[in-house]
């Protein structure tokens, strides 16, 4: 069965992270929390985590990409949390990297990572859900 119905609607779509991507690390000045990475995209990331974070506040966020050749790390990238979403099970968050002041260098990693996920991608359907 294919969901013929399905249309991204963020502006960006985001890539399913897998299982060559690292849990993310978000700091803020008093914590720091482990949170599941669940999608990406060069300019934000979706998580999931246990806990509610505060929802204001300075960020930066850790994580890393591997595939068969070599690992792409990011560390301490400062960013802002957009959206945030409490379930039964835990809290969504989306967010958003800070690129005004990012070196060349961080942002080729990122745009590296989105398109290691985008070629690992199943085409057929989200999460595998909608396949013949």
């Known amino acids: 069965m294919t969901d013929t119905n399905y249309s991204e609607q ?45 929802t204001t506040g300075n960020y930066a966020i850790s994580f890393s ?11 301490q990238l400062a960013c802002i949390l957009i959206y945030s979403n409490e379930t039964e099970v835990g809290n ?7 690129l005004d002041h990012i070196d060349q260098e961080a942002l080729s990693k990122l745009l590296d990572i989105e398109k290691r996920l985008k070629n690992s991608e199943d085409s057929n359907g989200r999460y595998g859900l909608f396949q013949n």
Do not use: K, M
């Open 92 to 98: 969504q968050y989306g967010v958003r990297f800070n």
């Open 65 to 75: 990409c591997q595939d068969e050749d070599s690992t792409l790390q990011i560390e």
């Open 10 to 54: 963020r502006s960006q779509p985001r890539h399913l992270c897998n299982d060559q991507f690292s849990n993310s690390t978000l700091e803020t000045d008093d914590a720091t929390y482990q949170l599941q990475s669940i999608n990406f995209h060069h300019q934000g990331i979706g998580l999931f985590g246990p806990e509610r974070l505060p």
